[in-house]
């Protein structure tokens, strides 16, 4: 199993009650892919963003009850055929004994430097991480603070990269996504100006740090723009497919925050709206009035004295219109992760025709949402099942 996403997750643990022994490579330091770090968007009533849904998936993962878990793990190559792949691993260095690390916190405590840390307050495994670059002996100090601090011997500070070869019988790739680099559409601004964020910023600082990132992001400020499809929908860029999950977290975002900041008002611009995930039909329902719509996609982002300014043609009215706001945010898209150990990808990059025995899970097959993930993980077990029962 390659990749500890809700796809990844789900299909090992779907396996593992099956009695059939899984070997789990993530290629992070944690599991729970990048909906490990999304914020809840609840408001009085669950609206289906998936969240818990993926932390429940994590929180039930036990190593150990058939399941082998590797962090910091990454693919180099597959080779073989069902029931007998090879699968060469490459380990990069944690600075910490995964098998040993209790997540005490001694080590964090007493380090000059902070460069030990765990990645996250629930990260699975809880085992610390050692920030080589951060460290003192990156700059020819001698400490060895950290190493004498943990009673159960778990801190490697000559811990160095390696590589493995391991057997399998069947291969599922749940590989995931990479966001878009906002970036790359410089003319909006992402990295430049300040006050022009992504939805992964968002949702990473609302998870953080809950209502007080709103705060520092909009101190006595009213006005945030959504600009979907950042990534999506854009032949130019070449990424002429929809994310479809971009729709619904935008406008699942801007809720939360005209909730939260009163007086705020959000303004989604879009080219049209993706209707068709679960509970998106509700929100629409129960838009309220501090958020508007509008069907037209600026074409840049400028700095001006008064705050950030749009111009951008409004499709329902047919004019050209400018308005200034205090924050953008840029709804990204999904991009594939990129041919994963060799297999073979489409035109957009997304995993397609695997070979016998390679089974591909979740988003990196093609843009899915987190209900979805868990969903593909399900069908990826059945499927792996179904070749282990070829071979038998």
């Known amino acids: ?54 932390a429940r998936v994590s929180r039930t993962m036990q190593p150990g009850a058939g399941v082998t878990l590797k962090v910091d793990a990454h693919v180099l190559g597959i080779e073989g055929g069902p029931g007998s792949f090879a699968v060469r691993l490459a380990h990069r260095p944690r600075g910490v004994d995964v098998s040993r690390c209790t997540g005490c916190g001694r080590c964090a405590e007493l380090c000059p430097v902070a460069a030990i840390a765990q990645p996250h307050p629930q990260a699975l495994p809880m085992a610390y991480l050692l920030d080589q670059e951060a460290c003192l002996r990156a700059r020819g100090e001698e400490c060895v603070i950290c190493r004498e601090a943990c009673p159960f011997g778990a801190v490697l500070l000559d811990d160095t990269p390696s590589e493995e070869l391991v057997q399998a019988d069947v291969v599922v790739l749940a590989t995931g996504f990479e966001p878009y680099p906002a970036a790359r559409k410089g003319q909006l601004g992402y990295g430049r100006l300040p006050g022009v964020i992504t939805t992964m910023d968002l949702e990473r600082g609302l998870w953080q740090h809950g209502p007080e990132y709103l705060s520092r992001l909009l101190p006595g400020s009213r006005r945030v723009a959504f600009v979907h499809c950042v990534g999506s929908r854009d032949l130019a860029a070449g990424r002429g497919w929809c994310s479809q999950v971009c729709c619904p977290t935008a406008l699942r975002l801007a809720g939360r925050m005209v909730r939260e900041l009163p007086g705020l008002e959000a303004t989604l611009f879009f080219i049209d709206l993706q209707r068709c995930a679960p ?73 397609c025709d695997l070979p016998a025995g390679v089974v591909a899970a979740g988003a990196c097959g093609g843009p899915v949402s987190i209900p979805e993930a868990v969903g593909e993980g399900l069908r990826a077990a059945g499927a792996a099942l179904r070749v282990l029962e070829s071979l038998s």
């Open 1 to 54: 199993m390659v990749g500890a996403g809700p796809a990844g997750l789900t299909a090992a643990q779907a396996l593992a009650a099956r009695g059939i022994p899984v070997l789990l490579a993530e290629q992070g330091p944690v599991v729970g892919g990048w909906a490990a770090c999304y914020a809840c968007k609840a408001a009085t009533d669950c609206n289906l963003c998936g969240v818990c849904l993926s």
């Open 279 to 351: 509970g998106i039909a509700r929100l629409f329902d129960d838009l309220p009035p501090e958020i508007h719509l509008v069907r037209g996609i600026p074409g840049d982002v400028l700095s001006e004295p008064g705050g950030l300014l749009l111009t951008f043609e409004d499709v329902a009215t047919a004019t050209r219109r400018q308005e200034l706001f205090d924050l953008v945010v840029l709804a990204v898209g999904m991009d594939s992760p990129g041919a994963a150990a060799g297999m073979p990808a489409a035109a957009e990059g997304f995993l």
